[in-house]
């Protein structure tokens, strides 16, 4: 289907919509390290937002700035904690505000890079904190300390490095996911990729907040091809997974998506028809292997599913129908 990107993400929302909690109340980052100077900085409280920090000789790097000064607050003090490198460079995965807000509270001669479409999309501080504001679950006051959404100072179209002394880091845009402009962040060394919202762990949901699923297959497909020696993803949300496999899962995942949402629309169905014929699988809410080559194909880990990711997965499966609905009718 031919089709632009809308120009901004889709604020509508399925009937009994929840959403992943993004508020940082009792949010701590613990490190993971992968070898001397690379850590994931993993959420006590999945989905709240994951970090990352890369240290060379000469400089380190975080990746994403959290969802409030407080939070950006914290990532610098962890990062001090673990180097003694100076911190003079700042990723964005997406311009999505629990990624970007906190970049003010970084200093100045900290450079922020992404890619030139997140830089772009960057434009109404208003608009993307009433959005995050529904995620905020009581909490939303929180978000008035964000006074100034600091844009990145360097961009990319499609690739760039950076020298951290002894360190390469890749910057890619493989073309448009969750967003128009995700930014994946890759440590060739250590075979580690931080996705942000572009890919999370296989089996645990995506969302389609401003695109549809062929363009975002393409994406895939292209970091797929560009990063065959990938081992590790560290996504924005959730637990670190393996790469390949979680490429492997949402490509299927968006195949069918594209299929039994187009195919209701040619046939004229309404919305909530179509939630009915693209989500009845989801009715008994059992982790039943034989789902796997249905739409809802979330097989999501026992233990994640216990703390309600199940659910949240049931959510953001509908909010996909209906971004994609909208999208192609």
């Known amino acids: 289907m031919g089709m632009t990107i809308p120009e901004r993400e889709i604020a ?5 919509y929840g959403g992943p909690n993004l508020s940082p109340v009792g949010l701590e980052l613990a490190p993971h390290a ?5 850590w994931a900085l993993m959420a006590n409280i999945p989905p709240k937002d994951n970090n990352g920090l890369v240290a060379g000789r000469d ?7 959290g969802i409030t000064p407080d ?7 962890l990062a001090a904690g673990l180097t003694d490198r100076p911190v003079r460079y700042l990723v964005n995965t997406t311009y999505h505000g629990d990624h970007t807000f906190g970049n003010a509270a970084f200093p100045a001669e900290v ?3 992404s890619s030139r479409r997140n830089r772009s999309e960057m434009s109404d501080l208003a608009y993307e904190k009433e959005v995050r504001s529904a995620n905020m679950y009581g909490d939303a006051a929180l978000l008035d300390a964000v006074q100034r959404w600091r844009r990145p100072d360097v961009v990319f179209d499609e690739y760039a490095e950076i020298d951290l002394g002894g360190r390469i880091v890749q ?3 493989f073309g448009p996911g969750n967003g128009p402009g995700d930014t994946v962040l890759y440590v060739p060394d250590t075979r580690t990729a931080w996705t942000g919202n572009f890919l999370c762990h296989a089996g645990l949901a995506h969302m389609l907040l401003q695109g549809g699923p062929e363009p975002y297959a393409r994406s895939l497909r292209r970091m797929r091809e560009t990063l065959p020696g990938l081992d590790t993803i560290v996504p924005g949300h959730g637990p670190m997974g393996d790469g390949h496999a979680a490429i492997d899962a949402l490509l299927g995942y968006l195949e069918v998506l594209h299929e039994e949402v187009a195919a209701a629309v040619a046939a004229g169905r309404t919305l909530e028809e179509t939630y009915t014929t693209c989500t009845d699988r989801w009715a008994s809410g059992e982790l039943d292997p034989s789902l796997t080559a249905a739409l809802g194909r979330y097989q999501v880990p026992p233990d994640l ?21 909208r999208l192609y009718s």
């Open 111 to 113: 450079v922020i890079l």
């Open 34 to 38: 992968f070898a001397d100077g690379v």
């Open 12 to 16: 509508e929302r399925p009937d009994g």
């Open 305 to 325: 599913a216990k703390a309600g990711i199940l659910a949240l997965c049931r959510d953001l499966h509908r909010l996909n129908v209906l971004a994609t609905y």
């Open 59 to 65: 400089a380190a790097l975080v990746v994403d700035a």
């Open 71 to 77: 939070m950006s607050h914290q990532i610098q003090r």
């Open 171 to 173: 910057l890619h845009h």
